[in-house]
Structure formats: C-alpha cells, structure tokens
C-alpha cells in the first residue's frame, strides 16, 4: 500500500524514533508499504518518520544511481535494502558535495556537504545484525535517511543565506501548497493527493 508521505513542516518529521525491539508480521508489512512508497514516489530512499511513524528504520533502493556508483568503483549491493535500528560507526575524514532532494520536500533539491564513507551497523529485513562500510551515492543516501531517525532535514545542513533563499518556498509545503506524484500530509494534517 502506498502510505502519504509527511512534508515539510510537519511535527513527525523532528522527532526522535524508537529502537525497533524485534522483527514481527507488523514491521514486515511497514517495510512492504515503505518500500511500495518510495517505488511509487521515485525516490532512492524512505525513512519511517516520512510516513508519520516512529520506528527506527528506513529503506534505500540506489539502482537508478547505479552507473554513478559504479563509476566511483563501488559495488551496488542487492536492492532494496532495509536498515533497521542503523548506527553510523565510523564517519571518514574526507567529505563529498552531493544535491540532496528529500519526499518529504518536493521539487527542492541543495547541495550537502557529508563524510564521503560511512559504516553502518543495522538489522537487517530478516533482523539479522549486519555491517558494512558504504561509499558514494550508498554512503550519501543512509546519512540522509540516518538523520531522517533524529529529527534531520537536509536543509539543516544549509547556509543561513540559502535557508533565507528558500524560506518562501519551505513555508507553501508547509501550508499544503504543493503537488506531487505521490499523496502528502501537510503539517496541519490536511492530505494532499498524488497531482
């Protein structure tokens, strides 16, 4: 089922989540509509928050970046992935500008500035405990939809003068003036279907 995603502007999306405490046929089922959602949304990644709940938990599909990847000399691995309960452990020195969009802010897209390699440890879809270290594209979208779990919107990371840039535009999502491919939920609760 293709779930609303929840915009700008929204209290959802500045909470803190909560640890996933074990796998079960209601976790299962929000990673299949998660997934759903972000297939239907275009996107390369979805983080529970997004869709109005409180799990630590998102999920990336990175093959449309595949050739992007590949041209870094990193491996894609098997899409999509689930990150349950993810941790960054490690953060390289080196850091990459990489235009970040997010579901959650259509048709808004800024550069970001993060660590170029990441490891993360996280549950996988079968809850089972997994690391890996992650380059590239990979590496850019878990940070994103990692920060996505604490409250963390990419235009965060943004200049006081693009903040100020943008601020116009931040405030229409926020008060539902906005259309997508995909069904919102506007801070006040007001959906908004797909255009």
Wanted: one cysteine or more.
């Amino acid at each position: 089922m293709v779930l609303p995603v929840y915009v700008y502007g929204h209290e959802a999306l500045r909470e803190n989540t909560e640890p996933v405490e074990e796998n079960s046929e209601e976790l299962q089922t929000l990673i299949d509509n998660m997934i759903e959602t972000m297939y239907a949304a275009s996107g390369i990644g979805l983080a529970a928050p997004q869709v109005g709940r409180s799990e630590r938990l998102f999920v990336v599909d990175v093959t449309p970046m595949a050739d992007e990847m590949e041209a870094e000399n990193e491996a894609v691995p098997s899409q999509p992935m689930v990150f349950i309960n993810p941790e960054l452990t490690w953060e390289s020195e080196a850091e990459a500008d990489f235009e970040e969009g997010c579901l959650s802010i259509p048709d808004v897209r800024e550069v970001v500035t993060r660590p170029e390699r990441v490891v993360v440890r996280y549950r996988d879809r079968r809850f089972e405990e997994q690391e890996r270290e992650v380059g590239s594209v990979l590496a850019r979208v878990i940070q994103h939809e990692r920060d996505h779990l604490d409250g963390i919107l990419f235009t965060d990371y943004l200049s006081s003068f693009r903040k100020r840039l943008l601020r116009r535009t931040l405030r229409k999502i926020a008060e539902g003036e906005v259309e997508a491919d995909y069904p919102l939920v506007t801070r006040n609760d007001e959906k908004v279907p797909a255009r």
